[in-house]
């Protein structure tokens, strides 16, 4: 069973809105998992519930249909790793086969052709996924995304090596690895896809920039934690990283005070995030507008998603979760966060 921490309304001063095509995108996933066999016939039978094509269609609310389609299966597909081999997987506490599997897998992202990983459903999902990718986005763009899927698949072994350790890694260590383990990265690249352009990289690579795509996966993130807790605690496994955990164990503290602490900090990351965007909004090109849009889209939506889709709410043991958001934030700084990896962040404004 999950815990009964209730989660209260968080703040979201960003838009809900969603892609008008969301049921047909799910359903055509729910067929792409199953053409593809992606994870285990158990595990599959529980993704193609979790509304993941209403999530993908959060994210690119006005984005290309056929974009918005291939995010919806990319995103089962992170899915069919992360859950099928790292968090329920044998290979979750063989880092070092997962390294060699994550490994080959990312061959075949970049050279599709390559006859590597035979018979291996991931491996046949991901040809078919970079096939879009080049279909749809540039050669810089697919170059960024399988950059950017080496860096969630590093980020997913450090973990594998804290699940064989069985120890839970301090705060700075966590919010770092929680930068790329929550598959926040990999999307990026999408939300240009989505929309028709390509930013330029002085524009992608921009301090700032990179700061507010950070601020976002982190926002992401840490709500995922807020909202993944009931499932997480309650789930089978006795190991599983969570920030209410890591602060619980840091500071000493209980769930609640966990709870309070973890809000803080997403709040005042949001705070900032804002300012950064107002400031850059100033001087930015249109495509900047619309990817600095999209990583608000991208945070809104999962939290609808996170609020309502039967993965977090799991109605066999219901969370205990709000069902609208704050519109101011219980905590109003731009204080910083006190983590190493990324007090750097709030020095931009
Ligand atoms: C998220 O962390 C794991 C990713 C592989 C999920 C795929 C989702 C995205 C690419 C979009 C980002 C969305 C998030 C972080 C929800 P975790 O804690 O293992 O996710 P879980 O659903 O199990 O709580
Ligand atoms: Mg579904
Ligand atoms: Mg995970
Ligand atoms: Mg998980
Ligand atoms: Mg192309
Ligand atoms: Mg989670």
């Given at each position: 069973?999950?815990?009964?921490l209730?989660?209260?309304?968080i703040?979201s001063?960003?838009?809900?809105a969603?892609?008008?095509?969301?049921r047909d995108?799910?359903q055509q996933?729910?067929?792409?998992a199953?053409?593809f066999?992606i994870?285990?016939d158990?595990?599959r039978?529980r993704?193609?519930r979790h509304?993941i094509?209403g999530f993908s269609?959060?994210?690119?609310?006005?984005?290309?249909?056929e974009v918005?389609?291939?995010?919806?299966d990319?995103?089962?597909w992170?899915?069919?790793?992360d859950?099928?081999?790292?968090?329920?997987?044998?290979?979750?506490r063989?880092?070092g086969?997962l390294?060699?599997y994550?490994?080959r897998?990312?061959?075949?992202a970049?050279?599709?052709?390559?006859?590597?990983?035979?018979?291996?459903p991931l491996?046949?999902g991901?040809?078919?996924l970079?096939?879009?990718?080049?279909?749809?986005?540039?050669?810089?763009?697919?170059?960024?995304?399988?950059?950017?899927?080496?860096?969630y698949f590093?980020?997913?072994?450090w973990e594998?090596?804290?699940?064989?350790?069985g120890?839970?890694?301090?705060l700075?260590?966590?919010?770092l690895?929680r930068?790329?383990?929550g598959?926040?990265?990999?999307?990026?690249p999408?939300?240009?896809?989505?929309?028709?352009?390509?930013l330029?990289?002085?524009?992608?690579?921009n301090?700032?920039?990179?700061a507010?795509?950070e601020?976002?996966?982190f926002?992401i993130?840490?709500?995922?934690?807020?909202?993944?807790?009931h499932?997480e605690?309650?789930?089978k496994?006795e190991?599983?990283?969570?920030?209410?955990?890591?602060?619980?164990?840091?500071r000493?503290v209980?769930?609640?005070a966990a709870l309070?602490?973890a809000i803080?900090q997403?709040d005042r990351?949001t705070n900032?995030f804002?300012?950064?965007c107002?400031?850059?909004?100033?001087d930015?090109s249109?495509?900047?507008k619309?990817?600095l849009?999209?990583l608000g889209s991208?945070i809104r939506?999962?939290?609808?998603?996170g609020?309502?889709?039967v993965?977090?709410?799991?109605p066999h043991?219901?969370?205990r979760?709000?069902?609208?958001f704050?519109?101011?934030?219980?905590?109003?700084?731009?204080?910083?966060?006190?983590?190493?990896?990324?007090?750097?962040?709030?020095?931009l404004v």
């Amino acid at each position: 069973m999950g815990t009964d921490l209730a989660v209260p309304p968080i703040y979201s001063p960003f838009a809900e809105a969603i892609h008008p095509l969301y049921r047909d995108i799910d359903q055509q996933t729910a067929l792409w998992a199953e053409k593809f066999r992606i994870g285990s016939d158990e595990l599959r039978g529980r993704l193609v519930r979790h509304d993941i094509g209403g999530f993908s269609a959060r994210i690119l609310p006005e984005g290309r249909e056929e974009v918005v389609s291939l995010l919806s299966d990319f995103v089962l597909w992170l899915f069919g790793v992360d859950d099928g081999h790292c968090e329920e997987g044998e290979l979750g506490r063989k880092p070092g086969e997962l390294s060699g599997y994550l490994s080959r897998l990312l061959r075949v992202a970049q050279n599709p052709e390559t006859p590597m990983l035979p018979d291996d459903p991931l491996a046949d999902g991901l040809r078919d996924l970079r096939r879009r990718v080049d279909h749809y986005g540039t050669a810089g763009q697919a170059a960024r995304w399988v950059d950017a899927l080496r860096e969630y698949f590093f980020s997913v072994v450090w973990e594998a090596s804290h699940r064989t350790a069985g120890t839970v890694p301090d705060l700075d260590d966590y919010t770092l690895m929680r930068l790329y383990d929550g598959a926040t990265s990999v999307v990026l690249p999408l939300l240009e896809m989505g929309y028709g352009y390509e930013l330029q990289p002085h524009e992608r690579d921009n301090t700032r920039v990179r700061a507010a795509a950070e601020l976002a996966s982190f926002i992401i993130t840490w709500d995922n934690d807020i909202f993944s807790y009931h499932k997480e605690a309650g789930g089978k496994d006795e190991f599983w990283l969570n920030a209410l955990r890591v602060l619980e164990r840091e500071r000493g503290v209980s769930s609640e005070a966990a709870l309070d602490l973890a809000i803080s900090q997403r709040d005042r990351a949001t705070n900032l995030f804002l300012l950064l965007c107002e400031r850059l909004r100033a001087d930015a090109s249109p495509q900047l507008k619309q990817y600095l849009d999209s990583l608000g889209s991208f945070i809104r939506g999962a939290q609808d998603w996170g609020i309502t889709s039967v993965r977090y709410t799991t109605p066999h043991d219901p969370a205990r979760f709000p069902d609208a958001f704050r519109q101011t934030p219980v905590d109003p700084s731009v204080r910083p966060l006190g983590i190493a990896a990324v007090d750097w962040w709030f020095e931009l404004v």
